[in-house]
C-alpha cells in the first residue's frame, strides 16, 4: 500500500517541477514584436574601467564621478588624503623619470621610490589620465599589512 503512494506522490511533484520550470521559461522570455524590438536599446555591459588601474581604483573614479567617493573609500578601507588617494605607480623599465614627471604633471604628489615603483598621493580626477600614459605599466592601491598572519 506505501509503494503506490510514494510512486503518486512522486509523479506529481515531478509533474509540478516540470510546470514551474516551463513557467518560468515562458516569463523570462518576452513577447517580441516589431514595435518594441527596434524601440528598446540594447543593454551596455558596465564599464569596467581602465585596464591599467587597478579595479578598487575604477570603481573609486565612478563613484568620484558620482559624487560618492568620500563612502566609497570608506566602505572599501581607502584612504583619502583632500581628494587624494595613495596609490603605486608600476612603471615601465628605463621609465621611472618619464613616469614621476607624468604624476607630477597630473598633480601627484610623489611620497618615494624604488627600483620601478612611485608611491603618491594622486588626484582621484586625475588617475584615468596618468593610467594612460606610456612609461606606466599599472596603478594600484598600496598592498596593507596583514597582523598575526602564520
Given at each position: 500500500?506505501?509503494?503506490?503512494?510514494?510512486?503518486?506522490?512522486?509523479?506529481?511533484?515531478?509533474?509540478?517541477s516540470l510546470l514551474m520550470i516551463i513557467g518560468c521559461q515562458?516569463?523570462?522570455?518576452?513577447?517580441?514584436?516589431?514595435s518594441s524590438a527596434s524601440s528598446s536599446p540594447i543593454p551596455k555591459s558596465p564599464e569596467k574601467g581602465n585596464p591599467k588601474l587597478?579595479?578598487?581604483?575604477?570603481?573609486?573614479?565612478?563613484?568620484e564621478n558620482l559624487g560618492n567617493?568620500?563612502?566609497?573609500?570608506q566602505q572599501s578601507n581607502i584612504e583619502l588624503v583632500y581628494?587624494?588617494?595613495?596609490?603605486?605607480?608600476e612603471c615601465f623599465p628605463g621609465?621611472?623619470?618619464?613616469?614621476?614627471?607624468a604624476a607630477t604633471n597630473a598633480g601627484a604628489e610623489l611620497e618615494t621610490?624604488?627600483?620601478?615603483?612611485?608611491?603618491?598621493l594622486a588626484p582621484i580626477a586625475s588617475l584615468t589620465t596618468l593610467a594612460n600614459e606610456e612609461s606606466i605599466r599599472f596603478?594600484?592601491?598600496?598592498?596593507?599589512p596583514v597582523s598575526g598572519a602564520k
Open positions: 500500500m506505501k509503494r503506490p503512494v510514494a510512486s503518486i506522490i512522486l509523479t506529481v511533484v515531478i509533474i509540478l515562458v516569463e523570462s522570455e518576452p513577447a517580441k514584436t516589431p587597478d579595479s578598487q581604483l575604477n570603481q573609486l573614479i565612478q563613484a567617493a568620500e563612502a566609497f573609500a581628494g587624494a588617494v595613495r596609490v603605486i605607480i621609465q621611472l623619470e618619464s613616469a614621476t614627471e621610490r624604488y627600483d620601478n615603483l612611485l608611491q603618491a596603478i594600484r592601491l598600496p598592498q596593507q
